[in-house]
């Protein structure tokens, strides 16, 4: 491998971030066409990366490690496995979609930059091989989103902001703590050297029982904040109702998955018996914010506040998924992270359009907006359908690998959270009804209908969302291996056996790909 | 009795050339500039900068000597001259660097232009030095005394300012206290082991100087000790003149005292600790673990109730105080053992990077303060991210810096303390030093909020325009420009502070 496409992938938004921050301010036009030049770019990269992707290969690819801080062990290390390759790709697809297709009204300039360097942190985070590294990139991302809420946001903008910044530190302090920790206890138990290494901590380290899990909830506490799960979840309405439509789709697309990830990643990979055992707590957990997740947005009067809620329930399907330890649910875990990415970035969307128009958010002010706006409508029905998860369209696809898999190893929490699935239908289609249906009022009646630009934007939306839903096969067969390989990782340390599963869940798999 | 002629100690001249360079420039200071008529503009600064860059390259050859011939003590014991204390050395030169730099345009707009405040720069940086160079008891006295005595009459040197003769009378009656408090505590020790000097007082106790040893009075001394040197660093509960002091000088002095006051006291309270009463340790390093919680908590969450940013910097100051003290901590586990550990060194670090750090803040304080020095409310801050973005810009990264973000020098400060305590196995203290700093971190972001976020008031037009001289402005890039490489690139740094403890340990017998 000689050209280094991932270090790329951080650095390119990172010089543009600056490049834009340096342009003159009376050259707006320059300063957007910088910026898009920048995101379609790197967007291109993570097409070209899918594309030469070596796609039974359960290693990490595209591997740059050089070092970085070498009195602390600390590498630049880098690389994507298909765990991470479809959420480096949706952030790819993500961000000049945002840039092209949300309108800041004011300081383009800053709004540019922030989202820029937003990309670089977020590409980092998924990329990192290294705890520390990749605690550098989680840190950051901080700071941008914490600006971009604060300055671009609504009215109780500084709050939410403040709000999300201080909750997201909270976990970080024992994240960090709990990271250090893992590097020196390693160097004595296994490594023999001090290194922050994922690699070389996950394979050579053996850590006592009870030492493992500390350290596992340590760490796990930063993502739980992040996801986030039941209780520690109360920023997040907050913060997506009160950020930017470009915001909130960056949050909900690619940065609520920075936890789910995480938690694959750093902690049932480093520690798989703390996570094995700790399995009880988060499969409730999640359920509780499945069920709690659809409830509260069902009684929400604010449009993205329900969208908002919406997310708490999708990711606790994500969290169920991960810690139900079989490879179908964790599978369908990884893939609905994208699908929810898609769909509910999608819905903040089209109601930050809703918002643009009408300059309202509450539900009761909205009325028969389907007489007026059509396509429009049509266009939120779709993403609304992926969102509940019907068969044809993404969401059915991840839901169904996650109930199906956790079925077999956490069958009670299995059922409680298929009840999740109805209830989503309730809200969703119960605020569908509220704001589309209907005869329009007086207020609604000039709701102009979606625009070129508009669709445009939206479209890549709706065709992955369809494309993934009739055929996930190709992005099944990237993530499979990883996954076995995670798996097996687990089984390695722990001892624990996957339960057998009879081989037609698999094709039942591929059948729903072929309609 | 026949009187003998008194021979002194021969006297390694060169070996001292950091101190004598600092001592030359601020008598030249006061007596050239007291016989000639007032000298051009800036060129006290320039003279009092130039002194400490030379300070700063003396500090780096006699480093290299140091690498070479190993550590040695030098005036008859009474100092070491070790990599320790150059590295405190630069550290306190680049103090002196950068705050001539941000008085100059300070002195100016208030109209006090002189030589005075230089050379008080000067001596308090021998002051400091001398601490962290003693090898002496009555040695550190003379230097803290030295030190404190020049921050009394810089926090009162406004002179046209109430409050700024308000703190320095305070710091003054309260430091006299404190140096009170310290010297006997030296009395007490010298009473129980029968020495002040630091490799003395271990010899005492191993047993290769015999003495009678009263644990006791040496315990009283060590509490007595720390109490003064906890008051010279601000540690909670001996903290209470530093919001008052901080606030009422002069706000480029406030970044001078907050700097170069910090590293003096904490490199003497880590030579005392580590090099002098090692064999106490289980004694002393309790009471340090809890003087740092209680410094991280209450500074933290003090810090944020204040409206004037030069007091939220205080308490600030005071929280950054408590993360050092869990360096300290860290390097009390391996006090006089022949591995020093990461405690030493991290503690260290974090003083330079702070002290850059809180230069920088401070520099962009004086300036938005504007004449008077009275616009230090919060409110003076509100929207200057659209009047004066790029200086808004540059006081962003430093806060972020101190709140602890990575790729700043903050965050290699912070993880380097945070390491050595966990090196040491004191988990609880680093997760309450992470936690604080989450607290603090609502501070820093409220001065962000009002910079960047809270809409403009009527009147703020009004306000007289903020205004960046050339030195200040040097200053802040400076500052800034350290904050971010060291943050992305911080591998040779970390490097040089780990060296600085090893040759430290060398000098021990």
Known sequence: MSFPILTALVLVPAAGALAVALLSQRRPEWIKLVAILVSVFTGAMTIWLLSTFETADSGFQFVSKHAWIKPWGISWHLGVDGISLFLVVLTGVLFPLVILGTDPHHDHKRYLAWLLLLEAGMMGSFLSLDLFLFFVFFEIVLVPMYFLIGGWGYEGRVYAATKFFLYTMVGSAFMLVGIVTTAFLAKSNGVGHLTFDLVELAEKAEFATTTGRWLFFAIAIAFAIKVPMFPLHTWLPDAHTQAPTGGSVILAGVMLKLGTYGLLRFGVFLFPEAARWSRPLFLTLAVIGIIYGAIAATMQKDLKRLVAYSSVAHLGFIVLGTFAFTSQAITGATMQMINHGLSTGALFLLVGMIYERRHTRQIAELKGLQKVAPIFAAAFMVVMLSSIGVPGLNGFVGEYLILIGSFLTARWWTVVAATGVILAALYLLWAYQRVFHGEPDEANRSFPELRAKEAAVLLPFIGLIVFTGVYPKPMLDRIEPSVKALITHVSDKTGYEEPNVPEPIEVEAHEEAQP | ?509
């Not at chain 2, 030098?74 to 002196?96: E, N, P, Q, R």
């Not at chain 2, 919001?243 to 907050?258: N, R």
């Not at chain 2, 808004?392 to 790729?407: K, R, Y």
């Open chain 2, 1 to 509: 009795m026949i009187a003998e002629t008194l021979t002194g100690p021969p006297i390694s001249w060169f070996d001292l050339s950091p101190l004598l360079i600092l001592l030359g420039a601020a008598l030249v200071l006061l007596v050239a500039a007291s016989l000639t008529p007032r000298w051009p503009r800036g060129l006290y600064a320039a003279f009092s900068a130039t002194a400490a860059g030379a300070t700063m390259v003396m500090g780096f050859v006699l480093w290299d000597d140091v690498t070479d011939q190993g550590a040695r003590t030098l005036v008859g014991d009474a100092i070491t001259l070790d990599a320790f204390s150059m590295f405190a050395t630069i550290a306190i030169a680049v103090t002196v660097l950068l705050a001539s730099l941000v008085t100059d345009d300070y002195l100016r707009r208030e109209q006090m232009d002189g030589p005075e405040v230089y050379a008080l720069y000067l001596t308090a940086a021998i002051g400091g030095i001398t601490m962290a160079m003693a090898n002496d008891l009555i040695v550190l006295f003379l230097g803290l005394e030295v030190l404190s005595i020049s921050f009394y009459v810089l926090a009162a040197s406004h002179r046209r300012r109430i409050e700024s003769q308000e703190a320095g009378i305070k710091y003054f009656v309260l430091g006299g206290f404190s140096s009170a408090f310290f010297l006997y505590g030296i009395a007490l020790i010298y009473g129980g082991t029968g020495h002040t000097r630091y490799d003395e007082i271990v010899g005492a106790v191993n047993g290769i100087v015999p003495t009678e040893r009263k644990d006791a009075l040496v315990l009283a001394g060590v509490a007595l000790l720390l109490v003064g040197l906890a008051f010279k660093v601000s540690a909670v509960p001996f903290h209470f003149w530093t919001p008052d002091v901080y606030q009422g000088a002069p706000t480029p002095v406030t970044a001078f005292m907050a700097s170069a006051g910090k590293i003096g006291a904490f490199a003497a309270m880590l030579r005392v600790l580590t090099q002098a009463l090692p064999n106490w340790r289980d004694d002393w390093r309790p009471v340090v673990w809890v003087i740092a919680v209680a410094t991280l908590v209450i500074g933290s969450i003090l810090a944020v109730v204040q409206t004037n940013v030069k007091r939220m910097l205080a308490y600030s100051s005071i929280s950054h105080a408590g993360f050092i003290l869990v360096g300290v901590e860290a390097a009390g586990h391996a006090a006089g053992e022949a591995d020093p550990g990461r405690g030493v060194s991290a503690s260290l670090l974090y003083l330079l990077l702070y002290a850059v750090l809180v230069l920088g803040t401070f520099a962009i304080v004086t300036v938005v303060g504007r004449t008077g020095d009275s616009q230090t409310d919060l409110a003076a801050f509100r929207g200057l991210g659209r009047t004066r973005p790029a200086l808004a810009l540059a006081m962003t990264v430093l806060l972020l810096a101190q709140a602890g973000v990575p790729l700043t020098s903050g965050f290699v400060a912070k993880f380097g303390v945070i390491e050595a305590a966990v090196d040491e196995r004191s988990y609880a203290i680093a997760i309450i030093a992470m936690l604080a700093s989450v607290i603090a971190a609502f501070l820093y972001l409220r001065i962000m909020i009002s910079m960047w976020i809270t809409d403009a008031e009527a009147g703020d037009d009004a306000r007289e325009a903020v205004r960046v001289s050339l030195s200040s402005g040097i200053a802040i890039v400076l500052a800034v420009g350290f904050t971010l490489l060291v943050g992305v690139a911080p591998g040779w740094i970390v490097s040089a502070a780990e060296n600085a403890t090893t040759i430290a340990r060398s000098a021990l017998p």
